[in-house]
């Protein structure tokens, strides 16, 4: 019986509307932060601009755009544009499987025609590709996007999933405070390995570019970060306070 109500439960999720809903806002909020971040490093290369100059450039792009892409997309999907934080989101049990695939999916589509799009109106012009600088192993390289990563999904986890986020003002600021790590951590890891943290960011340069090397380091290393962060937070700081937390506010 247990099994044939969990199949019930999941069909009636598929066929609702709010789930669908919620890979479309995933879909269009990936959209709109590709388009912004890798279009800025498509800006940058058309310019005669230096490389710390650049990599400002990047990071407070990067900053704005997520800023902006979580904020729209935050009441509607909870704002993850990024298969790193929905899966960390999984992890923590804050969402179900069938919703991680679906967002994934969307995150995937609207990476790639974001970059389909920066390729087709700059007239042919190249997406850049993530890829490892000289001297970067791929075991370096992969431990960076582990720890940048656990810094962003902890982040989320803390501003966004955390019921205790909602009692002030942190809730409201808190694509803001996204924004801020993502962009801190492009100033930090931008020259190592172009500091990703997004799966989906990576992989539509690599479909448009058709440029595969060392791509899996870009899933590992923030997979990996972002599912530990979300089980670490939600095992240490969130599940003791939940109940506490329903019975004062509901």
């Given at each position: 019986m247990a099994y044939r109500s969990a199949i019930v439960r999941r069909a009636q999720e598929a066929s609702h509307r709010d789930t669908w809903r919620a890979a479309l806002s995933e879909f269009i909020s990936t959209l709109i932060f590709v388009f912004a971040g890798s279009g800025s490093s498509v800006a940058v290369n058309k310019l005669t601009v230096d490389k710390p100059s650049a990599l400002v450039v990047a990071a407070v792009a990067h900053a704005f755009a997520l800023f902006v892409a979580v904020s729209v997309s935050t009441n509607i999907s909870g704002g993850h544009v990024n298969p790193a934080v929905t899966f960390g989101a999984f992890v923590g049990g804050n969402l179900t499987l069938l919703r991680c695939v679906l967002f994934?999916?969307?995150?995937?589509?609207?990476?790639?025609?974001?970059?389909?799009?920066?390729?087709?109106?700059?007239?042919?012009?190249?997406?850049?590709?993530?890829?490892?600088?000289?001297?970067?192993?791929?075991?370096?390289?992969?431990?960076?996007?582990?720890?940048?990563?656990?810094?962003?999904?902890?982040?989320?986890?803390?501003?966004?999933?955390?019921?205790?986020?909602?009692?002030?003002?942190?809730?409201?600021?808190?694509?803001?405070?996204?924004?801020?790590?993502?962009?801190?951590?492009?100033?930090?890891?931008?020259?190592?390995?172009?500091?990703?943290?997004?799966?989906?960011?990576?992989?539509?340069?690599?479909?448009?570019?058709w440029s595969w090397k060392n791509h899996w380091?870009?899933?590992?290393?923030?997979?990996?970060?972002?599912?530990?962060?979300?089980?670490?937070?939600?095992?240490?700081?969130?599940?003791?306070?939940?109940?506490?937390?329903?019975?004062?506010y509901y």
């Open positions: 994934w999916i969307a995150q995937i589509l609207g990476s790639v025609i974001a970059c389909l799009l920066l390729k087709f109106i700059t007239g042919g012009q190249d997406v850049p590709v993530f890829k490892l600088s000289s001297g970067v192993g791929v075991g370096n390289a992969v431990v960076l996007e582990m720890v940048m990563t656990f810094g962003l999904v902890y982040t989320v986890y803390a501003t966004t999933v955390d019921p205790r986020s909602r009692r002030g003002s942190l809730g409201v600021m808190a694509p803001i405070v996204i924004g801020f790590i993502v962009g801190a951590n492009v100033l930090v890891g931008g020259p190592f390995d172009g500091a990703s943290m997004n799966p989906a960011a990576s992989f539509g340069p690599a479909v448009v570019g380091v870009y899933w590992v290393g923030p997979l990996v970060g972002g599912g530990l962060a979300g089980f670490m937070y939600e095992l240490i700081f969130v599940s003791h306070s939940r109940q506490r937390f329903r019975r004062s």
